[in-house]
């Protein structure tokens, strides 16, 4: 069409409604190849061509796609199609605690590559001894807020410490927020006379070097809930570049994808009809247990539960993604 890319904005939101309409013609497609796979394989089967195993391996493969079609319709809300911003912050209990949210940020970095996501880190601020005090990573991919967004809340690790002299069973928690990462075609307004910053040296993940200039920065934002009249301090640190000017635009960008997510969290509280005798999904709530003694993993709103955990320590999460979106997700749109 002549002119389509006189507007570039304009024109970037009709090419991703094109890519999702597409998505969605992709899956059905899918759907109905492996559909007819399945009856090919049984008409071939009685024909004695085929074997019962690849029979039972096409049956397999239709059900995996129709599957994967339903999960993807739990996932039809604007925010969800949305790349997110990840945070993982330690419990109380020092090493232990620390320790343990440096394991979960290697588990969601292994997800993003299991999936081939792009993730960046964008604050990263090490442990006294071991592991992270808090630590943030921006992902991008197809659907990337819509899957994560069930990862949200306290996580709950159960072993015996290998920091304990004695060698005892220690419980530690870590806190996972997940947001939608706004771009320039979602409205936010930020009052620019709330926000205030100071600047502070970075070091990267991994030990890199230190900074010897103030690169990282530290948003504060003062913020009024405009339904409930509330105060409260919003903290952004970005330590993602050693450009403070980059790091300021970032932590702004995160900044309006935070204020984004509380009117979207508003919304699902006005909407929420959660079906009688469903656990209510709390934000911030104790989400999953992870106990390695007894090789279980545990996620406390489906009840759905892995025996292997070392798996699922290196990001194999879908199953519980995929629990948690059929049974929560449409009470959600």
Known sequence: MPGFWDDPKTAEVQMKKVKDLKSWVDLYNAVQAAADESQNAYDFFKEELVTEEEVDAAYAKAIGQVENLEMRNMLRNEEDKMNAVLKIVAGAGGTEAQDWANMLFRMYQRWCERHGYKYTISNYQEGDTVGIKTASIEIEGDMAYGYLKSENGVHRLVRVSPYNAQGKRMTSFSSVFVVPLVDDSIEVTVNMANVSWDTFRSSGAGGQNV????????????????????????????????????????????????????????????????????????????????VFDDRRVKDHRTNFQSSNVQSVMDGDIDDFIKAYLMEFGGAEA
């Open 211 to 290: 900074n010897k200039v103030e690169s990282g920065v530290r948003l504060r934002y003062q913020y009024t809930d405009p339904y409930t009249g509330e105060q409260e301090e919003i903290l952004v640190e970005n330590t993602e570049t050693r450009d403070q000017p980059k790091n300021r635009a970032n932590a702004m960008r995160q900044l309006r994808s935070i204020l984004y997510d509380k009117e979207l969290k508003h919304r699902m509280a006005e909407r929420e009809k959660v079906e009688a005798g469903k656990k209510k999904i709390e934000w911030g709530s104790q989400i999953r247990s992870y």
